[in-house]
Nanobody
């Protein structure tokens, strides 16, 4: 059974930074791609960033490119999302997800999900 637990969300002013963490309790972490998605009120869940199982290639949504950095620590079964220069439009619930095949950009292709952590950016 895989359990993903996000942490690190909170409230911050525009221009500030936050780092989200996602701890993965499963045995598949090291062979899985990991990703962050987000969902704002009234909007569909959207892709934010993804990283390969080796921590090599990483992919970002255009809206966060240059501001967010995804990374992972396979020794700790944890994936991170460093968010800099936060904007009000980054306000959302952020979810981490694990994919056993490829590095998908659509949420439906991910096998496991966390419960999410709220990020609120005030302008």
């Amino acid at each position: 059974q895989v359990q993903l637990v996000e942490s690190g969300g909170g409230s911050v002013q525009a221009g500030g930074s936050l780092t989200l963490s996602c701890a993965d309790s499963g045995r598949t972490f090291r062979i899985a791609a990991m990703a962050w998605f987000r969902q704002a009120p009234g909007k569909e869940r959207e892709f934010v960033a993804a990283i390969s199982r080796s921590g090599g290639p990483a992919y970002y949504a255009d809206s966060v490119k240059g501001r967010f950095t995804i990374s992972r620590d396979n020794a700790r079964n944890t994936v991170y999302l460093l968010m800099n220069s936060l904007k009000a439009e980054d306000t959302a619930i952020y979810y981490c997800a694990e994919a056993l095949m490829g590095i998908p950009a659509t949420w439906s292709e991910y096998n496991y999900w966390g419960q999410g952590t709220q990020v609120t950016v005030s302008s």
